[in-house]
């Protein structure tokens, strides 16, 4: 038997990045998109090649059903089948409620709930025709609890991924196929120039734990979740926020 493949959308930098690196360390041949930086896309694949995996870098925006298509089609040409599918690829878009307009309502949708949504459809139809008992995994954000300003679209967005979590593991578990979601928080995902350095050690002091999480601590939840430990564990989240979400108005209180 051959390793596990995984397909990880949005994996050029930041979150996907460190999924991809965790997956491809932990035996899987991995698959990654990229919207707009190939070059930083095939500086992941380098580094998952350093690790044995077999690899395959696709361009495509995932707002595009189009697009959607051809990926899986590339997909499909490197590898027989995918294992673990990964939706992580979206757009961070935020807008007064008053100010918002139905592009920035359409950009937010289209990418990161219908394009996850038809990802997760191509997948999960790719595992049944094979038998695979593979798993599925939406990268939704704290947004879908928590209230942030400006997010009226954002927010609901992320919170209709997770519902649509809980539908498709309810649909596929007779395929045996599992579909989770996980919420990060605040993550490390850019370089800390002094203006962020500045935002990142404000923020700290309301975060429980004290930091920021790492991509690869999102990356090593997307192994546990796809292997044997995460073999019964089926449409539900995992919030990934150093506690972020506790406090509750904690300093005037």
């Keep these: 038997m051959g390793k596990p493949i995984a397909f990880i959308t949005g994996a050029s930098q930041g979150i996907g990045a460190g999924i991809a690196l965790e997956m491809s360390k932990a035996g899987y041949d991995v698959a990654i998109s990229y919207k707009s930086n190939r070059d930083k896309a095939m500086g992941v694949k380098a580094d998952m090649e350093a690790y044995g995996a077999k690899t395959a870098v696709i361009h495509g925006d995932i707002s595009s059903l189009a697009d959607i298509d051809r990926m899986f089609e590339e997909f499909f040409a490197s590898f027989d089948h995918v294992d673990v599918m990964v939706n992580n690829a979206g757009v ?41 008992k593979g798993t599925i995994i939406n990268i939704t954000s704290v947004h879908q609890a928590g209230c942030w300003q400006d997010a009226s679209i954002y927010g609901p967005t992320k919170a209709a991924l997770n519902k649509f979590t809980q539908h498709a593991a309810m649909e596929l578990a007779p ?24 935002c990142h050690d404000n923020l700290n002091k309301h ?37 972020a979400l506790l406090p509750v108005a904690s300093d005037i209180i």
């Design 92 to 132: 961070t878009l935020v807008s007064p409620f008053l100010e918002a307009t139905p592009e920035i309502f359409e950009t937010l949708t289209n990418t990161d709930w219908r394009g996850s949504y038809f990802c997760s459809q191509k997948a999960a139809r790719n595992m049944v025709d094979k038998g695979v």
């Design 175 to 198: 395929y045996g196929i599992r579909v989770v979601s996980i919420a990060p928080g605040y993550t490390l995902v850019r370089e800390l120039t002094p203006r962020w350095q500045e």
């Design 207 to 243: 975060i429980p734990l004290g930091r920021f999480g790492e991509p690869r601590e999102i990356g090593k939840a997307c192994v546990f979740l796809s292997g044997e430990g995460g073999a019964y564990i089926t449409g539900t989240c995992i919030y990934m926020d150093g506690g």
